[in-house]
């Protein structure tokens, strides 16, 4: 069954330093997103790509976060420095253009970030 | 801007309790509404879209309608097991914006 791949699953870091996240959705999902979730809250959407361009990044802290989708298939979100309260869980989505199908979204596993 | 509200945020029930879940949102002009399940420390499982021309869906002891008029969805849980303990959210997917908008959810727990 195909699914949203992310990796790591689990990064520990020191505030400060660089942390890089990687999704790779499902195969065809023209539309990723990235959201970030804080434990016992509903996850927040920080970017949305369709193919390699963005179409909304509003949320995203651009002084500290990136993200980019060069080819329009995986994507790298990226913080750099970290801060104490970027600890949060990291979701990665996909779903087909919902002009061309349902518009279902499909989640990775996730990356927990912890930073000391 | 759309909001999403859940409620209630947490429910503790004994087995074999039927169970409402229930989502409401500020604005109509949506494009679907999807429930999804969660897992501690886990991502999400996406359990049924409803398409904004539906009222509802099924899927084994797992229910949900939505009314666009009133702004509300509801997931209903039949018989539930203690398998069924995890935190449920709902998405909408706005018609204005196209972006997904969540809850913050509802933590179930059903104690055998």
């Known amino acids: 069954e195909a699914e949203v791949a992310q990796s790591p699953r689990y990064k520990i870091t020191e505030k400060s330093q660089a942390v890089a996240f990687w999704c790779d959705p499902i195969?065809?999902?023209?539309?990723l997103y990235w959201y970030r979730q804080i434990l016992g809250q509903g996850p927040e959407l920080l970017v949305q790509f369709q193919d390699e361009s963005v179409v909304d990044d509003s949320q995203l802290p651009k002084d500290r976060f990136s993200a980019e989708r060069l080819k329009g298939v995986d994507s790298t979100l990226k913080i750099q420095p970290a801060e104490l309260g970027d600890s949060a869980m990291y979701l990665c989505?996909?779903?087909?253009?919902?002009?061309?199908?349902?518009?279902?979204?499909?989640f990775g596993e996730g990356s927990r970030l912890t930073v000391l | 801007k759309q909001e999403v509200t859940q409620i209630p945020a947490a429910l503790s029930v004994p087995e074999g309790e039927n169970l409402v879940l229930n989502c409401s949102f500020t604005d109509s002009a949506i494009y679907n509404l999807q429930w999804f399940r969660q897992d501690p420390g886990k991502g999400l499982t996406s359990l049924l879209l409803i398409q904004s021309s539906q009222r509802e869906q099924t899927s084994g002891r797992l229910n949900a309608s939505l009314d666009k008029s009133s702004g509300r969805s509801t997931l209903y849980i039949a018989a539930s097991q203690p398998g069924d303990s995890a935190t449920y959210l709902c998405a909408v997917l706005s018609g204005g914006s196209y972006i997904p908008t969540f809850g913050r959810g509802t933590s179930l727990i059903v104690h055998p």
């Open positions: 989505a996909s779903s087909s253009p919902f002009w061309a199908a349902t518009g279902e979204l499909f």
């Open positions: 195969s065809g999902h023209a539309t």
